[in-house]
């Protein structure tokens, strides 16, 4: 079966930098599109970045927050995405998700496959 799982969390100041990972399972990866999401409490889930059939996309909602400090990038090699955060700032904290959808579009909220998530939290 198909399994994602996130990695790469963890605690850091402000400022600081973190790269996050996400491998798949059970699936053949390149033919996926690969997206991160993330949650705060108490917040809706937002999507991050993707990368689909047209490249690396913004999500509305993160052209905001995103302002360059954040990059993805994928290794169908090794079936893996990876989230390069940086000048972090503690409205970051958040738990992150990566989703893989099949075909070209990028993954959205409720479809696709779901890994549990990694926290990232950083301080002030």
């Known amino acids: 079966q198909v399994q994602v799982v996130e990695s790469g969390g963890g605690l850091v100041q402000a400022g600081g930098s973190l790269r996050l990972s996400c491998t798949a399972s059970?699936?053949?990866?390149?033919?996926?599109?690969v997206g991160w999401f993330r949650q705060a409490p108490g917040k809706e889930r937002e999507g991050v970045l993707c990368i689909g059939s047209s490249g690396i996309t913004y999500y509305a909602e993160s052209v905001d927050f995103v302002q360059g400090r954040f990059t993805i990038s994928r290794d169908n090699t090794k079936n893996t995405l990876y989230l390069q955060m940086t000048s972090l700032k503690p409205e970051d904290t958040a738990r992150y998700y990566c989703s893989v959808r099949r075909g070209g579009s990028c993954p959205q909220a409720g479809s696709g496959y779901w890994g549990q998530g990694t926290q990232v939290t950083v301080s002030s």
């Open positions: 059970g699936l053949t990866f390149v033919d996926y599109a």
